[in-house]
């Protein structure tokens, strides 16, 4: 409790966000203004939900997600770091998402959103994984719409590559009728077909297992979910590639229940495949997403 008040205490806006224990204990940031409801779980530092205000919640979080210590959640937005994808026998998707992150800095911006700033550095256990220094930071905004930034700086004094993502899953109505627009002509990695590189032809529509990494995609998605009524849209910068996933219902997984794969579809902003990032020393990337609905 005393990790919980000392967060409060230098971090709490009064009436708009608080530290409290979560699922599984794990301490979250309970974000609740005029603009938007959110939730951010400080291991990972990942974003569980943001919901504006009116609207429904925009992201997906798995019934069955596991709250633990060092166990990547499914859903919300996972941060991918410092690779994506499998590494021989280093696991999925690099350590961040699994990591427990500091608070850097809160506030409430001339808007009235939130602005949460939340920080990653080595230490033995990422070295053991990642010989490198570096320090990672993730600023949440979070309002009508949601604004991520997440930044490495390379803090060594070697180069290093990076590949990365913000890992979102989206809520949607039913991933029979969804379609992501923005994907059309672009060239992808298709993992379900050993990495075959192939070409969108026309909108992307979903009838089984998806998963693909889209290449030189600098241009807006936009979700189109009939059901819910909605487009999501989704805007990045410091991004070439974008992941698009839905498991379908033959890949069974612990924590997603059977036929929650329907009410998913995540659309990934990403560094991936061939679109690795070097940094030198001293130099900084930002990655950045903003999901708003049209
Ligand atoms: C996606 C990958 O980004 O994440 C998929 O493209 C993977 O191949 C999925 O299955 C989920 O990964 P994980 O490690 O969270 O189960």
Known sequence: MHFINALNQGFGIAGCLQ???GPGGLPVATIGTAQASAQVALQGAHLLSWQPAGQQP????????????????????PVCWPWFGPLADKGQHGFARNRPWSVRASALDAEGRVVLCLGLGADGQTRALWDHDFDLELQLTLGQTLEMTLRTRNTGA??????????????????GQTRVLGLAG????????AMARLTQHGDLGFGGETDRVYLDTAGDCLIDDPVLRRRIRIAKAG????????????????????GEYAGMVCVETC???PDAVTLAPGQTHALSARIALD
């Open 239 to 258: 991004s070439r590639s974008t992941v698009v996933w839905n498991p379908w219902a033959d890949k069974v997984m612990a924590d997603m229940a059977p």
């Open 158 to 175: 070697a180069a290093f590559d990076i590949t990365q993502a913000l890992h979102t899953y989206f809520r949607v109505g039913d991933i």
């Open 271 to 273: 560094n991936a495949g």
């Open 19 to 21: 530290f409290e224990a």
């Open 58 to 77: 925009v992201l997906w979080l798995s019934s069955a997600a596991e709250f633990a210590p060092g166990k990547p959640v499914r859903g919300g937005v």
């Open 186 to 193: 672009c060239d992808y990695l298709d993992k379900t077909q």
